[in-house]
C-alpha cells in the first residue's frame, strides 16, 4: 500500500513527460480518419501490397446484374487520397473498405435506385497504348487479364514483327525492353508485377525487314549501270584511237 504513491508519481511524470510521443493523436488533435487515410495511402504505395482492395489511382467497375441500364454502373476513378465520386452517396473514402463492406455501402445508400440484388465489383488499373497501336489511349483493365487482352482493347498493332519492339514502362523509366516471355506465358498483369498506370509503347512505323527487291537491287542495278557506262565509254573511245 506505501507503494501506491510513488506508483501514481511515476506515472504521471512519465505521462507529462511523453504523452506527446505516446498519444499523438490526442495531443496533435489528429482525426482519425486523417490517420486511417494517410495509413491507407502509405500501405498501399508499398511495392507489391496487397493489403488494400482498393488502391489509390486505380478505379472500381460498379455492374448492377442484370440490369444494364443503371445509372449506378459504370468505372469511377480512386484518387490519390482513397476516394471516389459515387451517384447519391457523392465523395466518399473507399480505402478501408473490403469488397463486401463496399457493396453493403451502395445497397445502403442507393436502396431505392438497385432493383436487382446482385452487384458485381471490380478493380482496374489504368494502362496506357502508346505508338502503333491502331487504337492507341488509356485504358482501365482488370489485373487478372493478360498482356494479349491489352493489345486487344488497343485494336492490335499495326505492322508486322512490332511484337518484339514493345517497350514496358512505368513513370518514364523503361521496365523492360523485351516482354515476349510475359505474352508467351499468357501470365495475368498482376503476376507480371504491372501496376496502375504503366504504359506499352510501339514505334508508329513499320519495321524495316531486309528484302532482295526493295534493298539489294537498287544497288545491284546502280553499280552495274555504272560498270556499263564505263565500259561503253572506254569502248567508244578505244574506236577513236583507232
Not at 81 to 87: A, M, N, V
Not at 92 to 98: A, D, E, I, R
Request: with cysteine; charged share 20%; glycine share 8%.
Amino acid at each position: 500500500m506505501k507503494l501506491f504513491p510513488l506508483t501514481v508519481i511515476i506515472s504521471a511524470f512519465y505521462f507529462f513527460s511523453f504523452g506527446e510521443s505516446l498519444f499523438p493523436l490526442l495531443s496533435q488533435n489528429i482525426s482519425f480518419e486523417t490517420v486511417l487515410k494517410d495509413s491507407f495511402i502509405n500501405s498501399c504505395a508499398l511495392p507489391n501490397s496487397d493489403s488494400c482492395f482498393f488502391k489509390p489511382g486505380e478505379a472500381i467497375n460498379v455492374k448492377i446484374t442484370p440490369d444494364s441500364t443503371s445509372f449506378l454502373n459504370g468505372i469511377y476513378k480512386i484518387d490519390n487520397d482513397g476516394y471516389i465520386d459515387f451517384p447519391v452517396i457523392g465523395n466518399f473514402f473507399v480505402g478501408n473498405l473490403t469488397k463486401i463492406q463496399f457493396i453493403e455501402r451502395i445497397k445502403s445508400s442507393c436502396l431505392d435506385y438497385i432493383h436487382y440484388p446482385y452487384i458485381e465489383v471490380q478493380p482496374l488499373i489504368r494502362v496506357s497504348l502508346l505508338g502503333g497501336f491502331f487504337k492507341p489511349g488509356l485504358y482501365w483493365v482488370d489485373s487478372r487479364n493478360s498482356l494479349w487482352d491489352v493489345i486487344r482493347l488497343g485494336g492490335g498493332l499495326k505492322y508486322d514483327n512490332s511484337l518484339q519492339k514493345i517497350r514496358w514502362e512505368r513513370d518514364g523509366q523503361i521496365v523492360s525492353k523485351n516482354i515476349i516471355t510475359q505474352f508467351q506465358s499468357g501470365q495475368s498483369l498482376k503476376s507480371i508485377g504491372f501496376k496502375s498506370g504503366d504504359q506499352l509503347c510501339v514505334p508508329d512505323k513499320a519495321p524495316h525487314t531486309f528484302t532482295f527487291r526493295e534493298d539489294f537491287f537498287p544497288v545491284f542495278t546502280l553499280i552495274l549501270s555504272t560498270i556499263t557506262t564505263g565500259i561503253t565509254v572506254y569502248q567508244t573511245y578505244r574506236l577513236s584511237k583507232d
